[in-house]
């Protein structure tokens, strides 16, 4: 059974750090892996997605990359804004594309 | 403005009450997926539907009954449910399952609490 795990689930920064948010998971037979962001009281955002056959994604200030031996995602976040607070969600797809989510880290970006 | 709509955002009920949630999906996607979000515990899959027929039911007590008339809309039908069943439900969509690597697009969700 996929079990991912993220920690740690509270992170707070000054602004304007660069910063690394981890993502580990138990059974590297996967499709692709998706970041999400959660506001309070939202739904999920998609960031990116990582195919299985994808070492990184880049989105303006964000850049995740898979490392599907290890059974590791890291979520760079550069210059962060106070705008970049929320908790980000780390989700894998396996063979049936069932996404198994981690708990989530909540980031506090402080002014 | 989230392609995914889900009504009501907020929703209290008695365990002995009926009521259902709706979701409707603006994005042409062909796939819709209920999931629960309980507090300190991660996303719970609990049904899919693609082209409108179910491809998965994640063990769901049958006091959840998912309804999906077309590839638009979907519904969860609540009945007799218990405290610990209060949550965030989040409906989602994708354009496909399977190996298309589409991205998963969220609604806002409903907030229930069953007193």
Not at chain 1, 5 to 28: K, W, Y
Not at chain 1, 95 to 103: I, P, R, V, Y
Request: aromatic share 8%; with cysteine; glycine share 8%.
């Amino acid at each position: 059974k996929q079990e991912v795990t993220q920690i740690p689930a509270a992170l707070s920064v000054p602004e304007g750090e660069n910063l690394v948010l981890n993502c580990s998971f138990t059974d590297s037979a996967i499709y692709n892996l998706q970041w999400f962001r959660q506001d309070p009281g939202k739904g999920l955002t998609s960031l990116l997605l990582i195919q299985s056959s994808q070492r990184e994604q880049t989105s303006g200030r964000l850049n995740a990359s898979l490392d599907k031996s290890s059974g590791r995602s890291t979520l760079y976040i550069a210059a962060s804004q106070p705008g970049d607070s929320a908790t980000y969600l780390c989700a894998v797809a396996g063979a049936n594309s069932k996404l198994t989510f981690g708990k989530g880290i909540t980031l506090s970006v402080r002014p | 403005e989230t392609g995914v709509t889900q009504t009501p955002r907020h929703l209290v009920m008695g365990m002995t009450n009926k009521k259902s949630l709706k979701c409707e999906q603006h994005l042409g996607h062909n796939a819709m997926y209920w999931y629960k979000q309980s507090a300190k515990k991660p996303l719970e899959l609990m049904f899919v539907y693609n082209f409108k027929e179910q491809t998965e039911n994640n063990s769901v007590p049958s006091r959840f009954s998912p309804e999906c008339p077309n590839s638009s809309h979907l519904f969860l039908h609540l009945h007799t449910l218990q405290p610990e069943d209060s949550a965030l439900y989040l409906c989602a969509s994708s354009q496909g399952i399977g190996t298309d690597n589409s991205p998963l697009h969220f609604g806002n969700g409903t907030r229930l609490t069953v007193t």
